[in-house]
C-alpha cells in the first residue's frame, strides 16, 4: 500500500489527510501537539459519517479510510511521500522537515503545501532540492479540487510527474507551476478583489452594483465584495500585501485603502459580522458607500468597456456595467497574461486553476481568446491611457 506522511494536522493537514485516506493511501499524522492529531482524526470521522449519510461512501469505504489514519509520534515507518502543512514559517518547516528527511529513504518525495515560501529554498536547506516540491491545496481540502504542483529550480520532472499523478489519482485536478510568488491562484486572482476596490473608491458603482455585475454578466458564483466579505479582509489583504511585496510592489498587485481601513476598524467580513455588507439580518445589507458618485467616464475607455463586454458575454452591454465588467475581467486577464509571459505556467495551467482553485466560469486566457485578443488590447491600453498607475500595461 502507498504510504504518505501528512506532517501538520491542523485546518490543512486534516484535509489533505482525509483526500489520502479516502483514496486508498496509508497516512501517517505528525502534528507538535498530539491532541491535534487526534481531533484531527475525528473530525475527518464526521466528515466521513457525513458522506455516508449523503450515499457518497459505503459504510465499509468509510471504516476503511478512517483505518488508513494514524498517529505517529517523532519516528515515522518508510513513506513514498512526506506532505507537509504546519506553520507558514521557513525555519520552522526547514527544522521539522529536517528531522524527518533523515529518517526517509533516498526515493521518498518531500512536499510543501506552502502558499508563500519559496519551494526551491526549503528544498535547498533539506539537502533534497531534486525530490522537493510544492503540492499547494486549497481550503477546504477534500472539497476544492485544484492542488499546483510547484516546480523548485532544481525539482527532478520524475519527482513532478509522480506527485501530478498522485494529485490526480486522489481526484484533484493538477496545475503545474513554477516556484513564483503566489504561484498561479493566489496571484492571478488578486485583480478580482483589487480592482472591484477601486471602482468602490473611484466613486464609479456600489459594492452591491459591482457583486451583481460580476456574476449576472460574467457567471461568477459570488461577487468580488462579498467574496472578500467570507474569505476576511484580514486574510485576504495579508496575502495581498505578500504578494504585492514579493512582486517588487506592482501596481497591478497593489493594495486597496478602502479594504485595509475595513481591516483597521475591525470590519473583517462574515466573521465580525460587518465588512463591505453587514451580516446577521435576513440578507446582507451593505454599509461601505461610494465616495464620489457619478464621475465622468472617459468617452474612449466607454466605447472599449461596450466592445469588450458585448463581446465577452455574447449580449449587447454599456454604460457602467460595462466599465464595471470590462475593468475588472480585464484585469484579470492582463494578469494571467502576465503570469504565461513571466514563464509561471502555460495558458492551460493558469486557466485550470483559476476554473478549480476559484471556480471562474472559465479559464481567463480562453475567455481572452473568445473576445478577441485585439479587443482586449484595446480595452487595456484606453485604460492605461485613462489611469495614472501602469496597472493595465499589457506584456509585449
Ligand atoms: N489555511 C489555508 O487556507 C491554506 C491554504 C493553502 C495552504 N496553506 C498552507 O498550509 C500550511 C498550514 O496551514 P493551516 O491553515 O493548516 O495552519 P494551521 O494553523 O491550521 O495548522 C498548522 C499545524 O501545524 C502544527 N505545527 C506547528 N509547529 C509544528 C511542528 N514543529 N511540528 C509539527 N506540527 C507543527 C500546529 O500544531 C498546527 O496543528 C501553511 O504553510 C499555510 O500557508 C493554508
Known amino acids: 500500500m502507498n504510504r504518505v506522511a501528512v506532517i501538520g494536522a491542523g485546518a ?20 507538535v501537539n498530539d491532541d491535534v492529531v487526534g481531533d484531527a482524526i ?8 457525513r458522506l455516508v449519510e449523503k450515499g457518497r461512501l459505503t459504510g465499509d469505504e468509510a471504516q476503511a479510510a478512517h483505518d488508513r489514519l494514524q498517529v505517529v509520534g517523532e519516528a515515522l515507518p518508510e513513506c513514498d511521500l512526506v506532505i507537509e502543512a504546519i506553520v507558514e514559517d521557513m525555519d520552522v518547516k526547514a527544522a521539522v522537515l529536517g528531522d524527518i528527511v533523515s529518517q526517509l529513504g533516498p526515493e521518498a518525495i518531500i512536499a510543501t503545501n506552502t502558499s508563500s515560501l519559496s519551494v526551491s529554498e526549503l528544498g535547498e536547506r533539506l539537502g533534497v532540492a531534486e525530490r522537493c516540491c510544492g503540492m499547494h491545496f486549497f481550503n ?10 510547484v516546480r523548485g529550480r532544481e525539482t527532478a520532472d520524475a519527482v513532478l510527474d509522480r506527485v501530478a499523478d498522485i494529485a490526480a489519482s486522489w481526484g484533484k485536478q493538477v496545475a503545474r507551476c513554477a516556484d513564483t510568488p503566489g504561484f498561479i491562484v493566489n496571484r492571478v486572482a488578486r485583480p478580482y478583489y483589487l480592482e472591484a476596490f477601486r471602482i468602490v473608491e473611484d466613486g464609479l458603482a456600489s459594492p452591491e452594483f459591482i457583486d451583481h455585475t460580476m456574476k449576472s454578466l460574467g457567471g461568477f458564483r459570488m461577487g468580488p465584495l462579498e467574496l472578500t466579505d ?20 506592482s501596481s497591478r498587485l497593489a493594495p486597496s485603502w478602502l479594504q485595509e481601513s475595513l481591516v483597521a476598524e475591525g470590519h473583517l467580513g462574515r466573521k465580525s459580522g460587518r465588512g463591505v455588507y453587514e ?4 440578507a446582507p ?6 465616495a464620489v458618485p457619478q464621475p465622468t467616464v472617459d468617452d474612449a475607455v466607454q466605447h472599449a468597456a461596450n ?3 458585448t463581446s465577452a458575454c455574447d449580449a449587447e452591454h454599456d454604460g457602467a456595467e460595462a466599465i464595471v465588467f470590462a475593468r475588472i475581467l480585464g484585469a484579470l486577464i492582463n494578469e494571467a497574461m502576465w503570469a504565461e509571459h513571466d514563464g509561471v505556467a502555460t495558458a492551460g495551467d493558469i486557466d485550470t486553476a483559476v476554473q478549480y482553485g476559484v471556480n471562474y466560469p472559465q479559464g481567463l486566457l480562453t475567455w481572452r481568446d473568445a473576445i478577441g485578443p485585439p479587443q482586449v488590447s484595446a480595452l487595456l491600453q484606453a485604460l492605461d491611457a485613462a489611469t495614472d498607475d501602469d496597472r493595465f500595461v499589457a506584456p509585449m
Not at 475525528?42 to 459519517?49: H, Q, T
Not at 451580516?279 to 435576513?282: A, E, F, L, R, V
Not at 445589507?285 to 461610494?290: E, K, S
Open 12 to 31: 490543512m493537514g486534516a484535509g489533505i489527510a482525509q483526500v489520502a485516506a479516502q483514496h486508498g493511501w496509508q497516512v501517517h499524522m505528525q502534528d
Open 42 to 49: 475525528a473530525g475527518i470521522r464526521k466528515r466521513f459519517d
Open 140 to 149: 477546504p481540502a477534500p472539497i476544492m479540487k485544484l492542488v499546483e504542483v
Open 230 to 249: 467570507f474569505i476576511g479582509h484580514d486574510v485576504n489583504t495579508a496575502t495581498t500585501r505578500t504578494v504585492w511585496n514579493q512582486w517588487n510592489q
Open 279 to 282: 451580516h446577521g439580518g435576513d
Open 285 to 290: 445589507v451593505c454599509v461601505v458607500q461610494v
Open 307 to 309: 466592445a469588450f463586454t
